[in-house]
Nanobody, 125 residues
């Protein structure tokens, strides 16, 4: 059974930083494509970043240069380091996973079938 558990959200002022964590079960962590999505009120869920089992990453243009996705292979934790936060980064952030083979578009939410419950990030101006 796939387990994804996010933490690390909170409220910060613009320009601040947060690090989100997602604890993943061992099998999923080692085999699946992992990703971070976010959803603001009234908006569609959008892809923020993803990382494959070989460590190759993708980042959305809106967060490129500010966010970093990484994995702690010893502890099966997926991270999202968020720097220079902006009010438009506000939303619920979700960890997602999908088994291989993955032939879709990494930033599209319906390509993923396993989701965590999310953690709230609020950035004030």
């Amino acid at each position: 059974q796939v387990h994804l558990g996010e933490s690390g959200g909170g409220s910060v002022q613009a320009g601040g930083s947060l690090r989100l964590s997602c604890v993943v079960d061992e099998y999923t962590f080692g085999k699946y494509l992992l990703a971070w999505f976010r959803q603001a009120p009234g908006k569609e869920r959008e892809g923020v970043a993803n990382i494959d089992r070989n460590g190759h990453t993708n980042l959305a243009d809106s967060v490129f240069g500010r966010f970093t996705i990484s994995k702690d292979n010893a502890n099966n934790i997926l991270y999202l380091q968020m720097n220079s936060l902006k009010p438009e980064d506000t939303g619920t952030y979700y960890c997602a996973a999908e088994p291989p083979p993955f032939g879709g578009q990494w930033y599209v939410s319906y390509e993923y079938h396993h989701w965590g419950r999310g953690t709230q990030v609020t950035v004030s101006s």
